[in-house]
């Protein structure tokens, strides 16, 4: 079973970069589809962006494309969000998920195993 542990949350002002990171434990990584999924205060969990087990698949919710780049190395078992011209309204505690059909990559509750989580505070 995959074991998950996101990192790279932080403050930073409107219009900087954060890239968050997701370490996995477990042999199972490189068969899984992975997520990232946030929750912001008084809202429901939403869909960030999803990676396909080999990367030849990538999802982004409409308001990170451009913004947000997902990818992942499975020889170290990781997953990143490369976060870009961040806003205000990105901050949220950021979670990586294992998504086991990618056909419902985009449902917050798709996700089977989740990491503690990663707050990202954007400043105006």
């Known amino acids: 079973q995959v074991r998950l542990v996101e990192s790279g949350g932080g403050l930073v002002q409107a219009g900087g970069s954060l890239k968050l990171s997701c370490e996995a434990s477990?042999?199972?990584?490189?068969?899984?589809?992975m997520g990232w999924f946030r929750q912001a205060p008084g809202k429901d969990r939403e869909f960030v962006a999803a990676?396909?087990?080999?990367?030849?698949?990538?999802d982004y919710a409409d308001s990170m494309k451009g913004r947000f780049t997902i990818s992942r190395d499975n020889d170290k078992n990781t997953v990143w969000l490369q976060q870009n011209s961040l806003k205000p309204e990105d901050t949220a505690v950021y979670y990586c998920?294992?998504?086991?059909?990618?056909?419902?990559?985009?449902?917050?509750?798709?996700?089977?195993?989740w990491g503690q989580g990663t707050q990202v505070t954007v400043s105006p």
């Open positions: 998920a294992v998504i086991p059909n990618w056909n419902d990559r985009r449902k917050p509750g798709t996700g089977t195993t």
């Open positions: 477990g042999r199972t990584f490189r068969r899984t589809h």
């Open positions: 990676i396909s087990m080999n990367s030849a698949l990538k």
